[in-house]
């Protein structure tokens, strides 16, 4: 078999595969950044909650659609991400309970309703689906979806880039110049839930924050400026995507869980390896004498 056969042939032969790969892009174009800020302002923890928090509503359009509509499940993903970031910022700000505490219990709740709704009508198939994902069955609407939630995400990025990073780095200063923080801040919770539910048509709820989270741990990892954390996140998040499709393609294996696996990799390699990593912390490199 050549290299031809191995990584090309898939893409070229068969439409399913251009369209996963094209959903990749967009959600490496898309969740890359955003994966990126939150991490940089230490809501890593916050997106996991809101991927499982997206199930409830999604399950709710499973059952109002009858099948697996992806547009149904899609907006109910929506309202159901945006409702509990809502939710859970009210409640830490009325009680005595920090935000992330606030956001693990509803997303307990979330996961729990989520999956009992759609066994209520639904078979484990049907489960299994809404959890992991069927991105090789990404139809043209879905496509343009993603696409669209991408292009907004990468707007409305470009446009509070500035006070985004000033949040992250010194909220204060952002504070004392009233550069209205807490607007900023409803936006990005808004970019990240879309940014979730495009992963979730793709990847499941289990695996929405999966080509988020692990491009922006490795781009920590190999990057030490904002501009160059956000290539490397975007790039490692096509690449995983490229290369989990011709994996499971060949292996005869889920595609979800493969692309994540492979992002997982990239990470496990980029420890030991990377500038930041464990080879260059405990055997620098010596030198250069005089």
Not at 32 to 40: A, D, E, K, Q, R
Not at 67 to 77: E, Q, R, V, W, Y
Not at 261 to 267: D, H, K, N
Request: charged share 10%; hydrophobic share 60%.
């Amino acid at each position: 078999m050549s290299a031809y056969d191995i990584f090309f042939a898939p893409m070229v032969d068969y439409g399913f595969m251009r369209r996963a790969l094209v959903a990749c892009l967009c959600l490496a174009l898309g969740s890359g950044p955003i994966g990126v800020f939150l991490m940089m302002r230490r809501m890593s923890l916050m997106g996991d909650a809101l991927s499982h928090a997206v199930l409830p509503g999604a399950a709710i359009g499973y059952l109002v659609a009858g099948s697996l509509s992806l547009t149904a499940m899609g907006l109910g993903g929506l309202v159901a991400g945006l409702s509990v970031a809502l939710l859970s910022g009210a409640v830490s700000r009325a009680t005595v309970l920090s935000e992330d505490a606030s956001f693990a219990s509803f997303y307990l709740a979330s996961l729990a309703l989520g999956v009992l709704i759609v066994s209520l009508r639904g078979s484990n198939i049907d489960l299994l689906h809404v959890l992991f994902g069927t991105i090789l069955a990404i139809d043209a609407p879905a496509l343009t979806q993603i696409g669209a939630i991408t292009s907004l995400t990468l707007v409305v990025l470009a446009v509070i880039y500035r006070p985004l990073v000033a949040e992250c780095f010194d909220p204060g200063f952002l504070r004392a110049v009233g550069g209205r923080g807490p607007l900023y801040h409803v936006a990005f919770l808004l970019m990240v839930v879309l940014n979730l539910v495009a992963s979730f048509q793709a990847l499941g709820t289990l695996m929405a924050v999966g080509l988020m989270m692990l491009p922006a741990a490795i781009a920590q990892l190999w990057a030490k400026n904002l501009p160059a954390m956000l290539a490397v996140a975007v790039g490692t998040a096509l690449v995983s995507g490229y290369f989990g499709l011709i994996a499971s393609y060949h292996l005869e294996i889920a595609s979800g869980p493969t692309i994540i696996m492979t992002a997982a990799i990239l990470y496990g390699i980029s420890i030991f390896i990377a500038p930041s990593g464990i080879a260059r912390r405990y055997f620098p490199r010596p030198h250069l004498k005089g």
